[in-house]
């Protein structure tokens, strides 16, 4: 079974795989303070438990 595959990606699957990906890219462009400081956030939470 040592052989050549062949994979065939039409492009309508290309494309849509490309603004899939482009889409994520944007969004957390966009909202990249808003996720930063849920990050923060955790990590925060996480001290202050370990104050008490």
């Known amino acids: ?3 050549i595959i062949l994979a065939y990606i039409d492009p309508g699957v290309g494309s849509m ?3 899939g990906l482009l ?3 944007f969004a ?3 909202f ?3 996720i930063k400081n849920w990050v ?3 990590f925060r ?3 202050d438990r370990k104050d008490d």
């Open 28 to 30: 957390i462009a966009f």
């Open 32 to 34: 990249y303070k808003r």
């Open 45 to 47: 939470k996480q001290q």
């Open 1 to 3: 079974m040592c052989g």
């Open 23 to 25: 889409a994520g890219l």
């Open 40 to 42: 923060i956030g955790l």
């Open 17 to 19: 795989l490309l603004q």
